[in-house]
């Protein structure tokens, strides 16, 4: 329950890290960035998966890029369900996305190492 609750934390600090950086991801506030965090995972662990399998032959023809769209449609998802948090268009979700992806890995890498 800790790592859980841990995991959740972190992803919403690195949220707010991305609406920092990135034009077009807003997000207002703590409890925004909290429930888009929980949201986002709820995504990426019950529709991520579907959407990958019915889209495997593309993502295999475009040698794996189109996941990075997947993963962007989950964070647009996570802010069209989340009041206070808005993408706005596709090119704010690709990299918002991408960065979200690159900050967890360095966090995994990092705490990997730690513990």
Do not use: D, Y
Not at 79 to 95: K, S
Not at 98 to 114: D, H, K, Q, R, T
């Amino acid at each position: 329950m800790f790592e859980f609750l841990a995991h959740l934390l972190v992803t919403s600090i690195l949220l707010l890290v991305v609406a920092h950086l990135v034009r077009g991801v807003v997000i207002e506030n703590w409890g925004a960035a909290l429930i888009a965090a929980l949201l986002l995972g709820i995504a990426n662990a019950i529709i991520r998966p579907l959407i990958v399998l019915l889209t495997l032959p593309l993502t295999i023809l475009t040698f794996g890029l189109f996941l990075l769209v997947i993963n962007a449609l989950m964070l647009q998802l996570a802010a069209a369900l989340t009041p206070g948090v808005r993408v706005q268009g596709c090119g704010a979700a690709l990299l918002g996305s991408l960065l979200l992806s690159i900050l967890n890995l360095i966090v995994g890498i990092i705490a990997g190492g730690i513990g």
